[in-house]
């Protein structure tokens, strides 16, 4: 690790520090083959085992580019899958022929974070994670009445069992403590969660909830990427959770997944709209002696207990994944006059409608008008940089959603955006990653359908700058202001 180094960190135990000045855009580590990586129970079935390729089993944009690929099951245990001969060959080499055979007395496939805690002893890793990663197990142990700790109880004595370790079940336990506190999880390259990764040195990053870098994966291999420019000796800090919900959720998490209290800037400082409520005069409202006071002009904002229940209802619409569900909350969150539209879970709301119900419907203009939403009004407030991974794949998704639209000539729109993708991807990926070929591929596609037409053959030609990508996004705000009002209605 030229750029970086492990050491004492005042925030507990040890951290990951920058040995050099890094440039923002650049990548601090790369780890190509992290100790575990498995897919989630969930996406056994549609994710290679090995190198972790992904193929969907319903309609969804990453088919527009990346088309499903038959994967063959382990005939062996018929639980683990796999793209090729390849994979299933080096993966059984290096692991699952230890397993294997458990697997296949089993009725139903283990959970994940047992799966993750028998590869960690199958490959007799176990002395170095403990001796590396926190186990916080008596806050396991005492914790939430000992609810937790019954279940911690039970699956570190199924890890224990089932992997046919000489470690005593006490040590499995801690082992599988350290599992769950120190994994983290595994995405595509476009970001959408498919399984669990866990690794020592990637452990041993902190977090902030406005972290300096970020986690991205490109099958199994990981990499840890500057969000901004981080100073020889300052500390690299990523996010643990979910950073644009809440500041009472944020912490919440944070106490409940990994047993400490937030102190960062973002949780003791001023709240923002992320984390109040919306004043007339233009201010935010946060809470103070049980009353929602107004930042800006001090006046008490009508947050009652009904917008308490108006915000766990919508919580657990999104939870259900149920479309009726989440469009009653996106309306009633929308007609409130002191919710904010970055105050979650009103974003997540509009992405989880166009993953879960409108790209496997086929239902592309409405998919487009609640992705363009999110990416016009929402993402430079969430992600304030350009070339931030989310942003730039919502570019590259909402590139593809204007292709799907019969009827409406989006090109300049569709070429400026897949432009802006190519000129960031670098910083946001890495220019030899698997998302930048996608990028690539996609813009060269593009480019030739563009130069069949004498009218748009010029724009293949001009710089980004001189594409004209915000005028041309500005003629389509209306589209959103549309969204928004009848979503008020």
């Given amino acids: 690790m030229p750029k970086a180094t492990r050491r004492h960190s005042s925030r507990g135990g040890r951290g990951l520090f920058a040995t050099t000045a890094i440039p923002a855009g650049t990548q601090i580590i790369s780890i190509p083959r992290p100790l575990v990586t498995v897919p989630g129970d969930a996406h056994l079935q549609s994710t290679c085992s090995n190198c972790l390729r992904h193929s969907p089993d319903k309609l969804s944009i990453l088919a527009t580019y990346n088309p499903p690929r038959k994967l063959s099951t382990c005939l062996g245990c018929k639980v683990v899958r796999y793209c090729g001969k390849e994979c299933q060959t080096e993966d059984w080499e290096r692991v699952h022929k230890h397993e294997c055979e458990t697997f296949a007395k089993l009725p139903r496939a283990l959970p994940g974070s047992v799966r993750v805690t028998m590869r960690v002893l199958m490959q007799n890793a176990e002395e170095g994670v403990l001796a590396q990663c926190e186990d916080h197990v008596e806050r396991f142990r005492t914790e939430a009445g000992g609810k937790i700790w019954e279940k911690v109880f039970v699956m570190g004595k199924g890890a224990h069992g089932y992997s046919g370790t000489r470690r005593s079940e006490e040590e499995v336990r801690r082992l599988y403590c350290a599992v769950l506190v120190n994994s983290m999880t595994l995405v595509t390259e476009t970001l959408d969660p498919i399984g669990i990764a866990f690794d020592p040195l ?31 000796n300052a500390e690299i800090l990523i996010s643990y959770i979910d950073n644009t919900v809440p500041r009472e959720r944020r912490r919440l998490e944070l106490s409940e ?7 960062c800037s973002r949780c003791t400082g001023p709240a923002g709209p992320i984390d109040g409520f919306m004043c007339t005069c233009g201010g935010v409202g946060i809470l103070s002696h049980e009353a929602v006071l107004c930042s800006k002009c001090a006046r008490a904002l009508p947050v009652t207990a009904g917008v308490d229940v108006l915000e766990q209802t919508a ?51 409405k998919a487009l008008l609640h992705y363009l939403l999110s990416y016009l009004r929402l993402d430079p ?8 991974p ?32 190519a000129a960031q991807v670098g910083r946001s990926h890495g220019d030899g990653g698997g998302f930048a070929g996608v990028v690539a591929r996609k813009r060269e596609e593009v480019r030739r359908d563009l130069e069949k037409e004498e009218q748009t053959r010029g724009w293949v030609r001009l710089r980004l700058e001189d594409i004209g990508l915000e005028a041309e996004m500005g003629k389509v705000v209306g589209m959103v202001e549309g969204l928004v009002q009848e979503l008020k209605r």
């Fill in 202 to 232: 990637a452990a041993s990053i902190n977090h902030d909830c406005t972290p300096n870098a970020i986690i991205l994966f490109d099958g199994r291999a990981l990499q840890v990427r500057a969000l901004e420019g981080i100073p020889a």
């Fill in 257 to 263: 997944k990994y047993f400490f209290t937030c102190a």
């Fill in 315 to 365: 919580w657990s619409a999104l939870d259900s994944d149920k479309s009726d569900g989440m469009i009653s909350s996106l309306k009633r969150l929308h007609k409130s006059p002191v919710w904010p539209l970055p105050r979650q879970p009103l974003a997540a709301l509009h992405l989880a409608l166009v993953q879960s119900e409108y790209i496997p419907s086929g239902n592309w203009e």
């Fill in 381 to 388: 407030v969430f992600y304030p940089q350009r070339y931030h």
């Fill in 390 to 421: 989310v942003r730039v794949v919502h570019g590259f998704t909402l590139a593809n959603l204007f292709l799907q639209i019969p009827g409406v000539d989006y090109g300049k729109v569709v070429w400026g955006l897949l432009c802006e993708c």
